[in-house]
């Protein structure tokens, strides 16, 4: 009853589970045995959807690549055995800006079935061809399709593409590498290009003797051939996705080790930055080691057992990984099966130039990746809509992983911003459901977003929290047993976890009789909540179909409290006539109070509720540590009773608490439901606050309002703003050290406070770092890297100190230290310097490469100098852009987001409405198909609406401060 009423009202709201595979129909067109016309001319192309036909499987490719470097192209042959499922003429699979030059057909002998070349159709806007076979292919048979390919080596990021290094002696190197996810293997060679056409892969690659080549699997044979030329055979990869495929053809070094179970892992790079592996290679061993144990499931056979090994058809052993750094990378990395592409600064480290998060970072990023290797390649969405269970459990796997294995980098600390980053984007009218339909490449290419990534890791860290780690654990392994080498839904997912906890109670049920418990005693033992009726597939359904984040809403009665859940919007109020009311969770809701040092639980399914939380209660915080994916709101004294107890005594409650507080209450004002004095007098206790993260959460909130009316030039807010600041965390400030000493956590702080003093004009800060700017320059030294970038850019704001930067930064090897300059670079207040930097990079991309520009550009939007610049240069260079990275990519949205985030007025919304919206203008009208768009809008809505809502309150607060 409660799952149908669930049900009756997500559809109410508008949220329906999207089928896997709408259009992927299993019937051909219809089969002809007569002969067509040679040409292509009367054929037309038999295939209309989007999806491929389903009629067709690929079992097996070989695959033989030959690039040539010194041209920039390269041919291959694609040998597919098919699986015919239905009689048919045709085969439509995906092919992408490739010359196909032979089609034939093969059948399981290997004899061709017809003397003639085929007919290939192309359907360039749905990126597929078609191969006519005048014979039928008949259903239940299997064939082979054979086909001859060449194309350009790419110029982008994506499909089979070149990318640059230079050495110290100024020469420029070349080497081929791949990106195909999600829609890309069609651009290196003709494939199903769909996640759920598993097949096994034979690769062979031709190279000169100068190179090296890599695949996913290991070099099985090399075999010299008559032009001199060398031909590496890689062993036939376990069954996989399209999308996990690579190859790479560089002159890199590595370096390796083994795990303790006999995996070999290696790290490569360019030669020069070899010596920046070594940090990669210690932590990849260490985290497989963790996720063998964690998964239960081996990450077999080291490489040298492989090439001894017989060749048989099927393979089924996973590749051991090599993690590769690749010049020129859009994304952050890539998680292909044995063979892990990651971008240069996600994947070296360099103790010297490298600041704490540099080191944070680069360790989430193995731990995601290597996740990967068994959530997305092991088992993989059946299709796009549910890339989350690729991207969420990659994200919330890094902070198990890391946490296990690094537990001095204190991770959990950032699992908050991750959260909150998801409820940002969550509580905007432009937010989607986790599972959302998409269907064209930009669609799918949009799903790797916070929604995917962060919300979907949130709410399985809300999950493992109520289910317990081990039923959680259990469950998840029993998911990629169940679905290893080949698909899974969403629904998979919660049997999985339901079974194991059916096996759970049984297993307490036994326990009890044992032990002689009774049931409620022997659940809490495991954990768990005894008698409570379990739907976990409504439950989460709630959370994965439904778009948005709850408010629960909490009134202290006598000794209950009321309980009252919305979903939660900062741009509309409930005042609005728009309002949504037909959202509904199911919340695992929990609590704490003064009376006990236990967490209370109770499962919320209903709009109110009430608990019974005892009269002598003195406060109560729900959503302990944060664990649940949900706001809370407290009516009456709620808020005042939490302000107060933060002031006496702020370590009654946990790190983790207070800085949920900091951030509910925030969110509320933002959202018009809470004044913003409350908010502030809640910060007010901060002076004795000595944890980072709390710190760090109620000191980001003044800087963001800094910047808006930094920005805005509103002199009397800024200039109080400024001066409470500074002020208020004097004592702080004045602790912290120039240097790269202390915890993770201590060094966090210290680079993120002495830049905002800097940028707030701290004479003390400004003078410390001008001196270490210019002993840097004098003495050719290494700066400490955690407060680099601050000491850089102070110096770029001098003509001298600047020129010195760039001329370092087109020298220095270390792409991180490089980032660190760049950030400097575009603080310039020289509106010359920050045009220069943006000009060059789109235009010619030497300098500054092509794959840094989007972070530029957000860069030169966030200096109030440099943000009408970086807009009109969107607007004026939008075509290449679109060209250079892909519509949908990270790089695109970053771009939209980081130039519009600051708007803050309605005459700038309208003129980004009007440069979006192709029916007034042209200028980027392709963005309009964007989702990202109507975020960009929603956040200037917000931002103009907290300036309505809450500049008054704000500057008659500092008033009242600095008097
Ligand atoms: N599978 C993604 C790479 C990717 C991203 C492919 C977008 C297609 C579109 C990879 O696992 C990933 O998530 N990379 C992140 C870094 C990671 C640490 C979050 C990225 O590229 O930012
Ligand atoms: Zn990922």
Same mark, same amino acid.
């Given at each position: 009853?409660?799952?149908?009423?669930?049900?009756?009202?997500?559809?109410?709201?508008?949220?329906?589970?999207?089928?896997?595979?709408?259009?992927?129909?299993?019937?051909?067109?219809?089969?002809?045995?007569?002969?067509?016309?040679?040409?292509?001319?009367?054929?037309?192309?038999?295939?209309?959807?989007?999806?491929?036909?389903?009629?067709?499987?690929?079992?097996?490719?070989?695959?033989?690549?030959?690039?040539?470097?010194?041209?920039?192209?390269?041919?291959?042959?694609?040998?597919?055995?098919?699986?015919?499922? /239905?009689?048919?003429?045709?085969?439509?699979?995906?092919?992408?800006?490739?010359?196909?030059?032979?089609?034939?057909?093969?059948?399981?002998?290997?004899?061709?079935?017809?003397?003639? @070349?085929?007919?290939?159709?192309?359907?360039?806007?749905?990126?597929?061809?078609?191969?006519?076979?005048?014979?039928?292919?008949?259903?239940?048979?299997?064939?082979?399709?054979?086909?001859?390919?060449?194309?350009?080596?790419?110029?982008?990021?994506?499909?089979?593409?070149?990318?640059?290094?230079?050495?110290?002696?100024?020469?420029?190197? /070349?080497?081929?590498?791949?990106?195909?996810?999600?829609?890309?293997?069609?651009?290196?060679?003709?494939?199903?290009?769909?996640?759920?056409?598993?097949?096994?892969?034979?690769?062979?690659?031709?190279?000169?003797?100068?190179?090296?080549?890599?695949?996913?699997?290991? @070099?099985?044979?090399?075999?010299?051939?008559?032009?001199?030329?060398?031909?590496?055979?890689?062993?036939?990869?376990?069954?996989?996705?399209?999308?996990?495929?690579?190859?790479?053809?560089?002159?890199?070094?590595?370096?390796?080790?083994?795990?303790?179970?006999?995996?070999?892992?290696?790290?490569?790079?360019?030669?020069?930055?070899?010596?920046?592996?070594?940090?990669?290679?210690?932590?990849?061993?260490?985290?497989?080691?963790?996720?063998?144990?964690?998964?239960?499931?081996?990450?077999?056979?080291?490489?040298?057992?492989?090439?001894?090994?017989?060749?048989?058809?099927?393979?089924?052993?996973?590749?051991?990984?090599?993690? @590769?750094?690749?010049?020129?990378?859009?994304?952050?990395?890539?998680?292909?099966?044995?063979?892990?592409?990651?971008?240069?600064?996600?994947?070296?480290?360099?103790?010297?130039?490298?600041?704490?998060?540099?080191?944070?970072?680069?360790?989430?990023?193995?731990?995601?990746?290597?996740?990967?290797?068994?959530?997305?390649?092991?088992?993989?969405?059946?299709?796009?809509?549910?890339?989350?269970?690729?991207?969420?459990?990659?994200?919330?796997?890094?902070?198990?992983?890391?946490?296990?294995?690094?537990?001095?980098?204190?991770?959990?600390?950032?699992?908050?911003?991750?959260?909150?980053?998801?409820?940002?984007?969550?509580?905007?009218?432009?937010?989607?459901?986790?599972?959302?339909?998409?269907?064209?490449?930009?669609?799918?290419?949009?799903?790797?977003?916070?929604?995917?990534?962060?919300?979907?890791?949130?709410?399985?860290?809300?999950?493992?929290?109520?289910?317990?780690?081990?039923?959680?654990?259990?469950?998840?392994?029993?998911?990629?047993?169940?679905?290893?080498?080949?698909?899974?839904?969403?629904?998979?997912?919660?049997?999985?976890?339901?079974?194991?906890?059916?096996?759970?109670?049984?297993?307490?049920?036994?326990?009890?009789?044992?032990?002689?418990?009774?049931?409620?005693?022997?659940?809490?033992?495991?954990?768990?909540?005894?008698?409570?009726?379990?739907?976990?597939?409504?439950?989460?359904?709630?959370?994965?179909?439904?778009?948005?984040?709850?408010?629960?809403?909490?009134?202290?009665?006598?000794?209950?409290?009321?309980?009252?859940?919305?979903?939660?919007?900062?741009?509309?109020?409930?005042?609005?006539?728009?309002?949504?009311?037909?959202?509904?969770?199911?919340?695992?809701?929990?609590?704490?109070?003064?009376?006990?040092?236990?967490?209370?639980?109770?499962?919320?399914?209903?709009?109110?509720?009430?608990?019974?939380?005892?009269?002598?209660?003195?406060?109560?915080?729900?959503?302990?540590?944060?664990?649940?994916?949900?706001?809370?709101?407290?009516?009456? &004294?709620?808020?005042?009773?939490?302000?107060?107890?933060?002031?006496?005594?702020?370590?009654?409650?946990?790190?983790?608490?207070?800085?949920?507080?900091?951030?509910?209450?925030?969110?509320?004002?933002?959202?018009?439901?809470?004044?913003?004095?409350?908010?502030?007098?809640?910060?007010?206790?901060?002076?004795?606050?000595?944890?980072?993260?709390?710190?760090?959460?109620?000191?980001?909130?003044?800087?963001?309002?800094?910047?808006?009316?930094?920005?805005?030039?509103?002199?009397? @807010?800024?200039?109080?703003?400024?001066?409470?600041?500074?002020?208020?965390?004097?004592?702080?400030?004045?602790?912290?050290?120039?240097?790269?000493?202390? &915890?993770?956590?201590?060094?966090?702080?210290?680079?993120?406070?002495?830049?905002?003093?800097?940028?707030?004009?701290?004479?003390?800060?400004?003078?410390?770092?001008?001196? &270490?700017?210019?002993?840097?320059?004098?003495?050719?030294?290494?700066?400490?890297?955690?407060?680099?970038?601050?000491?850089?850019?102070?110096?770029?704001?001098?003509?001298?100190?600047?020129?010195?930067?760039?001329?370092?930064?087109?020298?220095?090897?270390?792409?991180?230290?490089?980032?660190?300059?760049?950030?400097?670079?575009?603080?310039?207040?020289?509106?010359?310097?920050?045009?220069?930097?943006?000009?060059?990079?789109?235009?010619?991309?030497?300098?500054?490469?092509?794959?840094?520009?989007?972070?530029?550009?957000?860069?030169?939007?966030?200096?109030?100098?440099?943000?009408?610049?970086?807009?009109?240069?969107?607007?004026?260079?939008?075509?290449?852009?679109?060209?250079?990275?892909?519509?949908?990519?990270?790089?695109?949205? /970053?771009?939209?987001?980081?130039?519009?985030?600051?708007?803050?007025?309605?005459?700038?919304?309208?003129?980004?409405?009007?440069?979006?919206?192709?029916?007034?203008?042209?200028?980027?009208?392709?963005?309009?198909?964007?989702?990202?768009?109507?975020?960009?809008?929603?956040?200037?809505?917000?931002?103009?609406?907290?300036?309505?809502?809450?500049?008054?309150?704000?500057?008659?607060?500092?008033?009242?401060?600095?008097?």
């Amino acid at each position: 009853m409660v799952r149908f009423l669930v049900l009756a009202l997500l559809s109410l709201a508008g949220v329906t589970q999207t089928s896997a595979s709408p259009t992927q129909a299993s019937e051909p067109p219809n089969p002809t045995e007569e002969q067509p016309p040679l040409g292509t001319g009367s054929l037309s192309f038999p295939w209309s959807h989007l999806r491929l036909p389903g009629y067709i499987v690929p079992l097996h490719y070989h695959l033989l690549l030959h690039p040539n470097l010194t041209m920039l192209s390269y041919s291959g042959t694609v040998r597919i055995e098919l699986q015919v499922q /239905n009689n048919t003429n045709w085969v439509v699979l995906h092919s992408k800006g490739l010359r196909i030059t032979t089609a034939t057909m093969l059948d399981q002998n290997l004899a061709h079935l017809s003397d003639k @070349v085929l007919p290939v159709l192309h359907n360039p806007t749905h990126e597929q061809t078609a191969i006519f076979s005048p014979r039928v292919l008949s259903g239940g048979q299997k064939y082979f399709l054979f086909l001859e390919f060449g194309a350009e080596l790419g110029e982008g990021f994506y499909g089979f593409y070149r990318s640059t290094y230079r050495t110290s002696s100024g020469e420029t190197r /070349n080497l081929a590498s791949t990106h195909f996810e999600p829609t890309s293997a069609r651009m290196a060679f003709p494939c199903f290009d769909e996640p759920s056409f598993k097949a096994n892969y034979s690769v062979s690659i031709r190279r000169s003797r100068a190179h090296i080549a890599l695949s996913n699997m290991p @070099v099985e044979q090399t075999v010299v051939l008559d032009d001199g030329l060398m031909e590496d055979r890689f062993a036939v990869s376990v069954r996989m996705s399209s999308y996990l495929v690579a190859f790479i053809v560089c002159d890199f070094r590595s370096v390796s080790a083994t795990t303790a179970s006999g995996v070999k892992v290696s790290v490569y790079a360019a030669p020069e930055k070899w010596q920046h592996t070594h940090y990669a290679l210690k932590a990849a061993v260490k985290l497989l080691e963790f996720y063998e144990k964690y998964f239960n499931i081996k990450y077999p056979l080291p490489k040298q057992v492989v090439e001894t090994k017989v060749i048989i058809e099927v393979a089924t052993s996973p590749p051991p990984p090599d993690l @590769v750094a690749i010049p020129d990378f859009q994304a952050g990395a890539m998680e292909n099966w044995g063979l892990i592409t990651f971008r240069e600064t996600s994947l070296l480290y360099d103790p010297a130039t490298s600041s704490g998060s540099d080191r944070v970072w680069v360790t989430m990023v193995i731990a995601h990746e290597l996740a990967h290797q068994w959530f997305g390649n092991l088992v993989t969405m059946q299709w796009w809509n549910d890339i989350w269970l690729n991207e969420g459990f990659a994200r919330y796997m890094e902070y198990i992983s890391v946490n296990a294995t690094y537990p001095k980098l204190r991770v959990e600390d950032y699992l908050v911003d991750t959260c909150f980053a998801a409820i940002g984007r969550d509580s905007l009218n432009s937010s989607r459901p986790i599972s959302s339909a998409a269907e064209s490449p930009t669609q799918i290419e949009e799903m790797f977003d916070t929604v995917s990534y962060n919300k979907g890791a949130c709410v399985l860290h809300m999950l493992r929290h109520y289910l317990t780690d081990q039923v959680f654990q259990s469950g998840i392994v029993r998911y990629l047993r169940r679905y290893s080498y080949s698909n899974a839904h969403n629904q998979d997912l919660w049997d999985s976890l339901a079974n194991v906890r059916r096996s759970f109670k049984l297993y307490i049920f036994y326990y009890k009789l044992e032990h002689c418990y009774s049931s409620r005693q022997a659940a809490k033992n495991a954990n768990l909540y005894a008698g409570e009726h379990l739907d976990l597939t409504s439950m989460m359904n709630t959370w994965t179909l439904q778009t948005g984040v709850p408010l629960v809403t909490v009134t202290r009665q006598g000794s209950h409290l009321l309980l009252k859940q919305e979903r939660f919007l900062r741009t509309a109020h409930p005042s609005d006539p728009a309002w949504p009311s037909l959202f509904l969770w199911h919340i695992p809701l929990t609590y704490r109070t003064d009376t006990s040092t236990s967490i209370h639980r109770h499962l919320m399914t209903t709009l109110t509720d009430s608990v019974d939380v005892g009269e002598e209660v003195g406060w109560v915080k729900v959503n302990v540590d944060m664990a649940g994916y949900y706001l809370v709101h407290y009516d009456g &004294s709620g808020w005042d009773d939490l302000i107060q107890l933060l002031k006496d005594n702020h370590t009654a409650l946990t790190f983790m608490d207070r800085t949920h507080l900091i951030h509910n209450a925030f969110q509320l004002t933002t959202a018009g439901r809470l004044s913003l004095d409350k908010a502030l007098d809640l910060i007010g206790y901060l002076r004795s606050e000595s944890h980072t993260v709390p710190l760090l959460e109620g000191l980001g909130y003044l800087e963001a309002f800094y910047r808006i009316v930094e920005r805005r030039d509103i002199p009397d @807010v800024t200039q109080n703003l400024r001066t409470y600041i500074l002020w208020y965390f004097r004592d702080v400030i004045d602790r912290q050290t120039w240097s790269d000493k202390g &915890s993770v956590s201590e060094r966090r702080l210290r680079s993120e406070l002495l830049s905002l003093a800097c940028h707030l004009g701290d004479l003390p800060c400004l003078k410390q770092a001008q001196r &270490s700017f210019t002993h840097w320059l004098d003495s050719n030294s290494t700066l400490p890297a955690d407060v680099a970038e601050t000491v850089y850019s102070v110096g770029a704001q001098e003509d001298t100190g600047w020129a010195s930067l760039l001329q370092t930064y087109t020298h220095s090897l270390s792409e991180t230290h490089k980032h660190k300059i760049l950030s400097a670079l575009a603080s310039s207040r020289d509106t010359n310097k920050l045009t220069r930097c943006v000009q060059s990079s789109i235009l010619e991309g030497e300098v500054i490469r092509t794959q840094d520009l989007d972070s530029l550009i957000a860069m030169v939007a966030r200096n109030p100098r440099g943000h009408h610049l970086a807009w009109s240069y969107v607007q004026k260079y939008w075509s290449t852009l679109v060209d250079k990275f892909q519509l949908g990519s990270f790089s695109i949205r /970053n771009i939209i987001i980081g130039t519009t985030a600051q708007f803050s007025s309605t005459e700038e919304l309208t003129e980004v409405r009007l440069l979006i919206f192709p029916w007034q203008y042209h200028l980027l009208s392709e963005a309009s198909q964007l989702r990202v768009t109507e975020v960009a809008m929603d956040n200037i809505q917000k931002n103009i609406l907290w300036l309505q809502r809450n500049l008054g309150t704000l500057r008659s607060w500092l008033d009242q401060q600095i008097d």
